[in-house]
């Protein structure tokens, strides 16, 4: 490994503002999920029955809800939800996407229409009401809906690999490879992989807005996280019983969701500038 | 008979890149006559189709050419979009390298002729008519149906056609060519060139030919250009250039050429890259691959030097070789 | 025709692989129905006889082409067993209400994102251009749940302008539909300005420029028509994605449509409900992608060539 193409790399990070301000944003969000217990005043449950429904002031930043819990608090803690959502939704999606778009991309026939009349499956009802059937069957809770929603995004995520894999498979290092007497396996892992990594990164980075909005929408809809969880989604939804009485509920939660997704979304844009310039925005 | 219609004077062509500005084209000087076929030679890359665009103002908002491009005496340069859009088309017409992509795959090849041809007040109908004229005009077979047909339709052959029918249909007194043959098939080549010449020959057309193929300049050319890395090397008359070859690199480019005389010689490369023109430092920029060169190539501009009235080089020790 | 021929055929096959998914996923379901319906504590007399009466105790595949056989013929979809009312007259109520909703919004939303798509392509680079792109940007990272809620605050508790929920008179569309618009509006104005500006860098917009267009010309007659290739499918096929995003809006605004009973019916696990909407729903999207295909042909001469059945 060269160290100048690396250097070369970073420089041109540091160029790119989209790249730093989206890491910025996102570095803030996983230092507040990873000190969550230290900046947040109270734990996120157990309120205050004295205390329901304060409005933002000095001793509760954001105000309390309901049940008398300090929002601010319960807004930190949702940070690891949200993070949890992003990590396990996008390693799922991944790792379905790399292997199942690989196989296809590599032997094409018979396996590639099977798997590509699988996909057209999960085209043909929109995403939203696939996952909301998945959870259904699987059960209300935050890992089913990471599931559900991971089951019904894989597949964008397969045409892209297998797309690419088809294009490198007939170029000349590939060749080289057969003749070494590679396997296919190892073809495919280890040089058709790598050359798709690039690519990789920047499909999960623009994925995972959709998949964290996605996720949280489930929650927002009762079939996601339960209570008391401080899932973000769920908060809102049950802020939106208060609106009138004590909107904060449904707004913090909602600008905390906003703020993390957009960091994913500019960092996404960045890299996709700096690593594959030529993929468009997913549609 | 050779009467002044376009005349470059000191362009310069520079693109906007990332960081600061590539030289594309440098202290180009030239002029076509009336009714003449001039045409300009180089590697891909030399600048050529920045030349002719640039002619059109076809080039992207980030080229910025300095010079004066006069036509008929007007500025081009100088004048507003509106009057420059009166002149595309109307004065001096251009051909593309590629000709799927330069039609409109959604419109009939005769509905985008007549597009044309309707600028000129002509309504709808009369300018079908023209279309089908002009269609018989460049050699189209069937051309009633070949009018109603859709650019997928059509071969590379029959699409050129209708580019060349295109830009006929105004009578422009300019033609430019960019590489029209490039993506043809030998056999159509022919055709084309056929085409090229008798426009020249009937309609009085003046034809800008840019092309890197010497063969199809020696056989329809009357005036040529050399160009080497945004520099013009070299301009003359054909035979004077063909037979007395003076500048290095046209020398290079000529011996590289397959002969038939000389079966066994192999064919002759020339050593070296082309530089990267990132910055406009003077010297003449064939100087790294040169066998002539000296230190001064490296830091002045080659003097333009005459050889006869109407041939001319760009080089400090050219004619130490004759 | 051919070609749309074999489309429908297609479609059809996908329509009963999805119906036939959704089925045995909830055939699969630990969740039983018949305990469901019995209420606590029933007895297995009881258990046994409600099973029998809707079939359940059958194999999997007669159970599907029972129900199959029932929805072709008859428009049974079964009780639902939370109304206890067939499931056709529960919800062929609330399609045209869906319906209304998605088609008034796509309206609104294309009226709006295309022509600020395309001037963003044309002035790309401008002030104008960086704007709706950074906005853009914000709107995608915003889900269409909290835009319900911000615009519920403020125009219903802020100015008291419009009614927070239900569905009875004009007023009450107006705050879904700005939601449904909002929520799309970013990624259809991104789809818009890219196509565009794909199309402002083919070379046959050099070549109409060459001939003598002028650039307004040109920008109607090669950019615009070209780019709306694209466009129209997109909006073609963005019809289903609508009803599925109206799913929260119903939800948040308590429409009485499709998305609010699907929601419910999962909640209430009254699966004869869900599967009666979901096939619903994969019917509309396998209809929307055929007429994607038909407004292809239609708009690009290179498709309507192949799909008239003949070769190069």
Known sequence: MNASPFREFLRSCYKNLNFIVGFIMLLSVILTAAFAPKIAPYYFEGGNPNAKFTSPCPEYILGTDNMGRDLFSRIVYGTRITLKVALIGGTIQLFLGVVVGLFCGFYGGVVDRFMLFFADLTWCVPGMVMALAVVTVIGSNLTNAIIAIALVNWASMARTVRAKTMSLKNMAFIETGVAFGESNLALMFRYILPNIVPALIVMVSMSLPGTIM????????????????????????????????????????????????????????????LLDPRMKSLG | ???????????????????????????????????????????????????????????????????????????????????????????????????????????????????????????????????????KDIKMPDPEKRARAFPHEMSGGMRQRVMIAMMLSRNPALLIADEPTTALDVTIEAQILEIISQLKREFHTAIMLITHNFGLVAEVADRVAIMYAGELVEEGNVYEVFAHPVHPYTRLLMAALPRQTKREGRLQTIDGTVPRLTESKPGCRFANRCPLAKEICFDQDPPVRRLSGTHSFQCFFAEEVE | MQYIVKRLLIGVLLVICVSFLVFSMLYLMPGDPVHLMAGEGA????????????????????????????????????????????????????????????????????????????????????????????????????????????LMLLFAVKFDLLPLSGFTSWKHYVLPIMAGVLGGLASTTRLTKSEALDALNEKYVTTAYAKGLSERATRIRHVLRNSMIIICVQISQSIPWLISGYIILEKIFVIPGMGGLLINSIIYQDFNVVQCLIFIISIMTVICNILADMVLGLLDPRIRISTGGGDK
């Open chain 3, 43 to 150: 007895s297995q007399e009881r258990l046994d006889e409600i099973a029998k009466q809707y079939g359940l105790d059958k194999p999997l595949m007669e159970q599907y082409v029972n129900w199959l056989k029932n929805v072709l013929t008859r428009r049974n979809f079964g009780i639902s067993f939370k109304y206890k009312v067939p499931v056709w007259d529960l919800v062929k109520v609330r399609i045209p209400v869906s319906l209304k909703l998605t088609l008034v919004t796509a309206v609104i939303q294309y009226l709006i994102a295309v022509p600020m798509g395309l001037l963003c392509a044309y002035k790309k680079d401008t002030l104008f251009d960086r704007l709706v792109v950074g906005g853009t940007l914000v709107m995608t990272s915003i889900p269409s749940f909290w835009i319900a809620v911000l």
């Open chain 2, 1 to 135: 008979m050779s009467e002044e219609l376009l005349r470059l004077e000191n362009v310069c062509i520079d693109y906007k890149v990332r960081d600061g500005y590539l030289s594309a084209v440098k202290d180009v000087s030239f002029h076509i006559n009336r009714s003449e076929i001039f045409a300009i030679v180089g590697e891909s890359g030399c600048g050529k189709s920045t030349v002719a665009h640039s002619i059109m103002r076809l080039l992207g908002k980030n080229a910025k050419v300095t010079g004066s491009i006069l036509f008929n005496g007007r500025d081009l340069q100088a004048l507003s979009d509106k009057e420059i859009t009166g002149v595309r088309g109307h004065d001096i017409g251009m051909i593309f390298q590629n000709p799927l992509d330069s039609l409109n795959p959604v419109y009939t090849t005769g509905n985008q002729v007549n597009e044309a041809i309707m600028l000129d007040g002509v309504d709808k109908l009369e300018g079908w008519k023209k279309v089908i004229e002009l269609y």
């Open chain 1, 214 to 273: 996605s996720t949280t929408t489930l929650s927002f809809l009762g079939v996601g996280s339960q209570p008391p969880s401080p899932d973000w989604g769920l908060m809102v939804s049950d802020g939106i019983k208060y609106i009138t009485k004590a909107p904060w509920l449904a707004i913090y939660p909602g600008l905390a969701l906003v703020y993390t997704v957009l960091s994913f979304t500019i960092l996404g844009e960045g890299l996709r500038d």
